[in-house]
């Protein structure tokens, strides 16, 4: 190995102790950028956009040490070969590299190389090409065009691509003259799109060099006007050559060829500098006199610029372009060429921006002796300098961004909703809810009570208790007058055959009395469908305190079945004293024989055979007959007059206890409010209540801050992640 290689072999042992370093501080910037992105959708308006504004400054630093990552990465020293087409640019790559046409193609007339392309010195022979996909074909390839030529609408498919219609310019679009070009261009890509569709896989395809022109090329000007012309360059990304260079001193050597500039494809100065900024050490920018010019043209100074601009965070401009003047061609311009590259480039000073070197570009051996091997020789002393301003560069980026973020993302982190804040939030939502469904159950209750109390005190709410009575009393009248419910002709013909076989009508009569007062009972005890009625109001009637507070607990039920689920739901919550309430409350019996039959007691008890004579005291038959046709109609008549009596005492007894059924049902619901409302136990069973079901309770507001919630931990952990990794580099 030559001291030359030696050199280079040294320059990039150099750059990989730099590596790791550089490394860990664009991972940590990783996670940074990762983190900061992950917040550019929380928080108001003005959050979000200062937001995007710290993630913009995080990736540039990202991508500053992404870049310098890269730089310091590479196995070899890459050199760039630009300039405008026709100038000898493909020739200089062929000198160096020893391929010939058919691999880099050069043409006096019309450009070229149409594909960027990686030539690396190798033991190999051979080049692989990364290919695109049909997506990227059409972002990265007919996109610009459709953006360069004010086409709305660029295709998302083959399909759509194959199908549009280009139409050439008419003659009056005078502002479209100028792109007749692009547009010809266009519909030349689209009429030989069978060419090269079924490469747009996005897989790398390995050929033989001596077989890569028609994927790095454009077509020759015979082939355009023969008409049948195969583009499948067109579907490649970019090529990487390998081969075995001549010169035994560039073994870690690529060379970078990029399309010239200037040429008539949308999109390919942006392409050129995004190739030059993140895969090069130094450019060769070539240039040449031609029969029509010996200037350093517009087109030579845009290149400049744009080379200005990949050069990055290189200080001296000289250090990253070295200016070729390819002599070539057009031999007697040579002078005045470079005369101009003096005067205009280096303001009259020999080197005082960028080094100007000269060498005839087909002679391989002026070539190496001009231009590669002092290149070489300067980069093995000036590339250190150049890696440590390009990593201090970064570095001074990502220090100033890490102050930025730290300034900023306590105010944005608490502008999004503190975690803790948010947690409490949630915790005192459901103890104010749970406060708030307590008073509003008390208050429906509150006004249920003191309703059923104005109707357990007012007679006149009673009416339809009374009229259940009195409809009883009616229907026992009926009775009495259907044979007492036998027929008159059946109870005239049973009493006959009983009282003659006793021959003896107390018997009969003590026996029918009985019966009677027994059917008198019964007959009032219908009255228990009031009751029932009532009850079922009543259980409608607080339900409904429930109902609207509870709704998603209980559904559609409603009344008693409302609250025996409403006491599932105590149950279920724990809610023990509440569940307990309920139950009583469903407890409550409302009956004739129960609550009123005892009252009325001393109205049936007078209705017997014997009774007290009011004057002796003693035991008296009260109604003694004879046992023909005329004392039978007597007894019948009389025991009509007798039991009509004690119903008639028996209506007046229930109706003088109307209001006892209001104050049963006024007492139960009171009791219910008490036991509901008023114990020790109701307040934290309420709470209990509310943190069970909170979820079906209050579902949008927890649904909200659950929402902020996830947002406010999210933003914590991305924070902490941030801080994590802020902290990390301070300490490296």
Known sequence: MGELATGIEEVLRRRRERLPEVRAEAARWRVIAESVGSLHDIGDDDARSRFAGLATRVGEALDALSAVESRLARENLCVGVSGRARVGKSTLLQSISGLSDEQIPTGPDVPVTAVRSRIVHSTARRAVLTTHTADSFLAEVIAPYHAELGIAGAPRTLAEFRERHYPVPSEDDVERHSAVGLYERLRRMQATLDSYAGLLDGQDLVVDVDRLRPYVAYPTNDEEKAGVVDRRYLAVREAVIECTFPQEEVHRLTLVDLPGLGELAAGAEESHVAGLRHGIDVVLLVTAASRDSSYFGKADQRTLKLLDVARGDVRSPKDFVRIVLNTGVE???????????????NAGVDGQYFTLVEADLKD?????????????????????????EVVAAAMRRAAGTAELVDLELPALVEATGDLATVEHEAVELVGSEARALRQRVSFALRRLVSRLQLQARDTGDNDAYLDSVTAVFTEIR????D??????????????LEIGAARNTSPFVAEEMSRLRVEISKRFSRIDAYFATLLHQTWDSVAEAFTGVLGPLLGAARGEDALRLLAKVFEDASCRTLRDAVADLLETRLDYRTQLHPRVRAALDGFNLEGIDPLTGEPMAQLVVTSDEAGLDRLESRLAELTEQAAYETMLALQRDAVVPSLVVHAAVEQFEDELI?????????????RTYRHRLWSDELDRLETERRRAARVALLAEQIAGALADRRTA
């Open 478 to 481: 009926e009775w009495i007058g």
């Open 364 to 388: 391989r051996e002026d070539v190496e002796r001009s231009i590669l091997l002092p290149l070489l020789s300067d980069l093995v002393t000036t590339l250190g300098a150049m890696d440590d």
């Open 331 to 345: 031999r007697e311009r040579v002078a005045v060429l470079r005369d101009r590259i003096l005067a205009d480039v």
């Open 678 to 690: 008023r114990s020790g136990r109701s307040e934290p069973e309420f709470a209990r209540l509310a």
């Open 483 to 496: 044979g007492f419910g036998l027929g008159a002709e059946k109870w005239r013909e049973r009493a006959l």
